[in-house]
């Protein structure tokens, strides 16, 4: 069967589950011909059932483009990922490279390396012939849980991709001739993240401020829900533009639209100080140009905002589709209404083609396996005609075997019918036997019970702490009225086999303790302490439902020397009280 011609790509992100199609075009590009996406409601950052919803996007959008059982890339939000860049002293061998970047791993990366799933890319050489590497890793756990929500649908994960690192092969793909330092910037639902590119060199950074940031301050504001505030930041919000603009007439869109640039003021703080960061610590270069991308983007005069407050920068939407083909079978609306969020798509489709600046691939471990057992495929196969092979002459040798065993078996069965009398006496007699023995049952049930309440008070008494404890009277209680049905009967000197029902019958043990004014430095724990050696009692079960329900105190508040308790004790194997 020929494999698929399209090549998937599902982006999971915090708040947008997003699923394209590529076609590989004769010249080695890409055509989008089809696009999904889906929203997931609630806060991205305290919602305890965003795994569940994940889930369900991924199967009703898969199946509304009928690509169950297809092979597909996919990218991780970035904030469950960690990721660094690590700058290593310059070693020719590559061995020493991958050694070098394994303890550098062990050293930087904040878990157990054994509880991770990790990866690294190489960089071009730094000044000095230093060598910078990417690093990234994922608690296994944690992929396992999304890696479940990936396979929805029956898709079969091929590659896992950081959605930062797939936006990077994405700007690198569509604007191959930028000079100079490019700012991605890529405001999500959850986190901002930052990534500086200039040849030859990346620096991912994640901010802690995304759109969700502005849905939970107009809540605060107004005195909503969050999914309240969400809806009237999507109808609307707007960065407002400050200064002598005008305010909008509405009030309270005037309201949104102030709360909207109050945390964008707050997210170029924190840009302008990692651009700072990036200059000093890393080498970078000064910023020619910013590029902003993710589903916050869509807020009216958001690129206006940031044109403000980088004069000297060349502010514009990223475009992941400057250099792909958008065919017929896409919905061109949705497409170009959501072209900001498409980056990652883009660049996980670009996996399928080869040669991508940065090939970080955490898959887990389940998947890894997955692949090997596809890669034995053909081996496994050849080995089974082989097997098959060798059992058609084991099959002939049996064959012939048969043959002989029925010879045989025709002489054994002539000698058997003499036999087969005796074994009808054997029969009759044993029946007598069987008989006899269910005739005086009753009788050995009767003096097996005469010791019963003996043994049984004996066992109690053996379990009764030393001190401070004492039984005052047994009850019983049965929470069943029908007769027990007798077993199966035994032959003399055996054991019956009892499988009938029996009702269960509940001794009621009732009781006093002293207290702690009496001695009893231990108080109800005294009590704990012979429900313990009751466990180990074969004749009775303590029941634990609760224990408030059968240790009891006194109100009064008068002196009291000692407190009653009632304890409800199964009987393991009852005897017949009817």
């Known amino acids: 069967m020929a494999a698929p011609k399209g090549i998937l790509a599902l982006n999971l992100g915090t708040q947008t589950i997003s699923l394209a199609e590529f076609e590989r075009n004769e010249d080695g590009g890409l055509t989008l011909s089809r696009l999904k996406q889906g929203e997931i409601l609630g806060d991205p950052s305290a919602d305890p059932t965003r795994a569940a919803q994940t889930k369900l996007q991924v199967e009703q ?23 660094r860049p690590v700058t290593l ?8 490279v991958e050694q070098i970047v394994a303890f550098e791993a062990q050293q930087n990366v904040p878990y157990p390396i054994d509880e991770v799933v990790w990866d690294w890319q190489l960089l071009d050489a730094g000044d000095g012939g230093q060598v910078e590497v990417i690093l990234a890793a994922i608690k296994s756990d944690l992929l396992d849980e999304i890696n479940t929500s990936a396979q929805a649908g029956g898709l079969k994960p091929a590659v896992v991709e950081i959605a930062p690192m797939a936006l990077y092969n994405a700007l690198r793909y569509n604007y191959p001739d930028a000079e100079g330092c490019t700012i991605l910037l890529d405001i999500g639902s959850r986190t901002t993240n930052l990534l500086f ?17 502005i849905t939970t301050a107009i809540a605060k504001d107004f005195g909503i829900s969050f999914s309240e505030a969400e809806t009237r930041k999507v109808n609307d919000g ?6 002598t603009y005008a305010e909008p007439d509405d009030a309270e869109i005037a309201r949104i639209s102030k709360i909207t640039r109050n945390q964008m003021t707050r997210l170029h703080q924190e840009i302008a100080r990692s651009i700072t960061f990036y200059r000093s610590e890393h080498g970078g270069s000064q910023p020619v140009r ?3 991308a993710g589903g916050t983007a869509s807020l009216p005069y958001i690129r206006e905002f940031f044109q403000e407050k980088f004069p000297g920068m060349d502010v514009d939407y990223f475009n992941p589709l400057r250099n792909v083909t958008v065919a017929d079978t896409a919905n061109t609306d949705e497409v170009a209404h959501a072209t900001h969020t498409l980056g990652e798509l883009v660049g996980l489709a670009l996996r399928a083609l080869g040669n991508c600046p940065m090939e970080l691939n955490l898959r887990p471990a389940s998947v890894v396996k997955a692949g090997k057992r596809a890669a034995q495929r053909p081996y496994l196969i050849a080995a089974g005609v082989c097997i098959l092979s060798a059992l058609g002459a084991w099959w002939q040798y049996y064959k012939n075997a048969a043959s002989r065993t029925d010879e045989v078996t025709k002489k054994l069965n002539q000698k058997a019918t003499p036999l ?26 009767v003096a097996q019970e005469r010791e019963y309440w003996v043994n049984l008070l004996a066992d109690l008494n053996s379990k009764v702490p030393k001190d401070f404890i004492w039984i005052t009277s047994l009850d019983l209680a049965s929470n069943a009225g029908k007769k027990e049905e007798p077993g199966t009967p035994a032959r003399p000197g055996q054991t019956g086999t009892n499988t009938a ?3 269960s019958v509940i001794l009621m043990a009732k009781g006093l303790y002293l207290s702690r004014d009496a001695g009893n430095n231990a108080g109800p724990a005294v009590v704990d302490e012979f429900i313990a050696n009751l466990k180990t ?12 329900g059968y240790i009891r105190q006194n109100d009064d508040t008068v002196d009291v020397w000692a407190f009653r308790f009632v304890l409800p004790l199964k009987l393991t194997n009852p005897i017949s009280f009817q």
């Not at 009398?421 to 009753?442: F, M």
């Open 501 to 503: 029902k029996t009702p």
């Open 89 to 96: 002293p310059s070693v020719g061998d590559a061995t020493q």
């Open 197 to 213: 590119c200039e040849p030859g060199k990346i620096f991912p950074r994640r901010l802690n401020i995304g759109g969700s940031s």
């Open 537 to 548: 009692s074969k004749l009775v079960e303590p029941i634990e439902d609760a224990r408030a």
């Open 420 to 445: 087969a009398a005796l074994d009808k006496d054997i029969k009759a007699a044993q029946s007598e036997v069987d008989a006899l023995i269910k005739s005086v049952q009753p009788l050995a049930q």
């Open 61 to 83: 959008i898969v199946g509304e483009l009928g690509v169950k059982g297809r092979s597909v890339n996919y990218a991780i939000a970035s904030h469950v990922i960690f990721t």
């Open 290 to 292: 910013v590029l902003i």
């Open 238 to 243: 707007f960065v407002s533009l400050g200064g």
